[in-house]
């Protein structure tokens, strides 16, 4: 793979290495449909590979893993340059987001959007490092998210979104955002390697609409 990535550098113009460079230090404006989000206290956007030392480790903690269901544990400093990296290439879910500090840049964790088979769900999720909990970022960065796919994509009727039972914190995010409770089910672990119990929760378009004022999220 390395020499293949060699081999099409070199047979680039001069003026496409320019145009390169400048790509991979904004790769967020090759996802036209997904954003810059920006609300009171945070900035989302694409993940950078400027982000790898705080993603790893902020996401190597048992905490963290074993309520996200696709995340590994131990989370290594390769995991997360895999993980920017199958971003930027879009294969992980339809948008990921990397949560910042709007007042330094400083890398808090992450949020997307999946969408479902059907054309007219999708999905979202999140995670945030735990020095960053408990400080009302998750709803901030969730209500961005939120409003961003109501406000962008016509075709969307409904969001769903997922906890795990034990997850109080998650459930109270999830609350808060005008979500509706649809029934429990079992979910895969990757850092547990079994299934777990979770809940499914789900925000249809008329109901946000009557939930606007919830912030001023841009």
């Given at each position: ?6 081999r ?32 009171e ?5 694409a ?33 997360a340059?895999?993980f ?36 007219k ?88 609409m ?9």
């Amino acid at each position: 793979m390395q020499g293949e990535l060699l081999r099409a550098d070199q047979s680039r113009s001069p003026r496409e290495d320019q145009r390169s460079s400048i790509e991979r230090l904004r790769p967020e404006r090759l996802r036209t449909d997904c954003p810059v989000l920006l609300s009171e206290r945070l900035v989302m956007r694409a993940p950078h590979e400027e982000d790898i030392d705080a993603l790893a480790h902020l996401a190597n903690n048992a905490k963290v893993a074993t309520m996200v269901s696709r995340m590994p544990h131990p989370y290594t400093a390769n995991d997360a340059a895999d993980f920017v990296w199958r971003t930027r290439n879009g294969e992980i879910g339809k948008c990921v987001y990397a949560i910042t500090k709007a007042e330094n840049g400083a890398f808090i964790g992450c949020c997307g959007v999946e969408p479902h088979t059907d054309g007219k769900t999708v999905e979202i999720g999140y995670w945030l490092g735990e020095p960053y909990w408990n400080q009302g970022y998750t709803t901030e960065a969730c209500h961005a998210l939120v409003d961003m796919v109501f406000r962008t994509r016509q075709d969307v009727d409904q969001i769903d979104a997922r906890c795990r039972v034990m997850n109080v914190a998650s459930r109270r995010v999830i609350q808060k955002c005008g979500f509706q409770f649809q029934g429990s089910g079992l979910a895969a672990s990757l850092a547990l390697g079994s299934n777990v119990p979770v809940e499914w929760y789900r925000l249809d378009r008329k109901t946000w609409m009557s939930l606007r004022s919830w912030g001023n999220i841009a």
